[in-house]
């Protein structure tokens, strides 16, 4: 867990699901920074259309103890280039604290940065290129494998080119920075995946940092669900403060068994779905939600039929603004799964019965009491119902569902992997061959 009290604010802007391949094929990056990173890159200032004048890097120590970056550099090349421009960097980062690094000037944009803590006049690309945060003032000469070159503390490469920690970010605009995840603190040394893209944020030494403790509560219906019908989840996203928090994603996978019938999000969220019928991510993003600010979701799933046990669920929401509780940031629903209404093709009483299938395919029902029931072949579908039932799959790929009673179900027919049984409510035994699925038996 994290070792410091503080942290970030930082964006506005659209998720990063995707990143852009970079030229070159991921390659492994040296370990994570200890404490210092870049957490943001900007080159569109001054650009027409910018807010900002200058193009800056800021920096962030997501240790625990102040680092002094005097003798440092933070080092520019172009997306292809091997010709470094260095500025050098004085003084010390605190732990939680931000370092801005004020780059070239344009002749648009109408805001200027705030106070910089070093101030140089690289003009750097506005959509792609490579910063690099250096240990020396000494220029790299690379233009590959920048990010394991000696002296190189961390590296950003962002759009396409050459060099990269793993993959880059996206490619960037003048009306977007990449700026590190949960205020600064997100480190794979992937940045493609420690990186959003969104407006440009930038935070120095002198700023007070923000902080939004951002929570995910969730709950499902119907539970249980039946086969072959839908699933609602009800997904409550809440930022309890202090300060508003930037760059939100809200992140939910479809989960096994199902596949994707809708996702409501309120006004101001934009949202990324896989198509009807089809499985994967769904994802939600806002660029700043408000202190005390509640936003609820409404996901529908269609369980697939013959689905069995349990479903289970997660959500999750991440920041660009540090959030000093992450224990609610998720939250995991499990949704018992029941048998869909049967069309039965053989059916009991409800007093015990002696039920014997077909060489085909059969559906058979026990309504009650305490059955002995048959499969004699083909691909069966078994419902024992209430009482105490003996059944037997026979040979064939056969589902069979003890219900409720205690039952003792047979699907072995020395073939692995082709049957399932579920035994229900009770204390139940099964006999299964290798590999078939056994649900609620010993």
């Known amino acids: 867990m994290r ?28 370990a994570v920074s200890p404490d210092i990173v870049i957490s943001q890159v900007y080159g569109g200032g001054g650009s027409v259309g910018a807010t900002y004048t200058n193009d800056f890097v800021e920096l962030f120590n997501r240790g625990a103890s102040a680092v002094d970056v005097t003798g440092w550099s933070v080092q520019y090349a172009g997306a292809v280039g091997s010709a470094w421009q260095t500025t050098p960097l004085t003084g010390t980062i605190q732990p939680g604290s931000y370092y801005l690094v004020q780059e070239g000037q344009g002749m648009g944009g109408t805001t200027p940065l705030p106070t910089p803590d070093a101030v140089d006049d690289i003009a750097m690309s ?7 945060l250096v240990t020396t003032q000494t220029d790299l000469t690379c233009s590959i494998g920048c990010d394991t070159a000696s002296g190189v503390r961390d590296f950003v490469g962002y759009g396409i080119t050459t060099s990269s920690e793993t993959l880059p970010t996206p490619v960037l605009s003048v009306t977007t920075a990449a700026l590190r995840e949960d205020g600064g603190d997100a480190d794979t040394d992937n940045n493609a995946v420690d990186f959003a893209v969104g407006a440009p944020h930038p935070r120095s030494g002198a700023q007070a940092p923000d902080e939004a403790n951002l929570s995910v509560t969730k709950t499902d219906s119907p539970d249980p669900v039946t086969a072959g019908s839908n699933l609602t989840y009800t997904i409550a996203v809440r930022n309890n403060g202090p300060d508003a928090a930037q760059t939100v994603v809200l992140r939910d996978e479809i989960p096994a068994g199902t596949s994707f019938v809708s996702f409501t999000s309120p006004a101001g969220w934009a949202a990324s779905t896989p198509p009807v019928g089809g499985t994967g991510e769904v994802s939600a993003t806002k660029a700043a939600v408000g202190n005390g600010e509640t936003a609820t979701f409404t996901l529908v799933v269609a369980v697939a039929a013959g689905t069995t046990g ?40 409800e007093r015990g019965d002696i039920l014997n299938g077909t060489l085909g395919d059969d559906v058979i029902c026990g309504l009650g ?13 078994v419902y024992g119902g209430p009482g105490s039932d003996l059944i037997n799959g026979g040979p064939g790929d056969d589902m069979v569902y003890g219900e409720a009673g205690h039952d003792f179900i047979k699907i072995r027919d020395k073939v692995a992997g082709n049957d399932n049984a579920d035994g229900g409510p009770g204390f139940d035994l099964c006999s299964a061959d290798l590999l078939d699925a056994v649900l609620s038996c010993p």
């Open 3 to 30: 070792q410091w009290v503080r942290r970030a604010a930082a964006v506005a802007v659209v998720s990063l699901s995707a990143g852009v391949a970079g030229l070159l094929q991921p390659v492994p990056a040296l």
């Open 310 to 349: 349990t479903i289970s669920n997660s959500s999750g929401v991440t920041s660009a603004t540090f959030d000093p509780v992450t224990a609610d940031n998720g939250d995991t629903e499990r949704t018992d799964v029941g048998p869909g209404t049967p069309v039965c093709t053989i059916t009991g009483t």
């Open 126 to 132: 506005a959509i792609s290129g490579k910063v690099a």
């Open 369 to 381: 009491g305490d059955d002995i029931i048959s499969g004699l072949g083909g691909n069966d579908v």
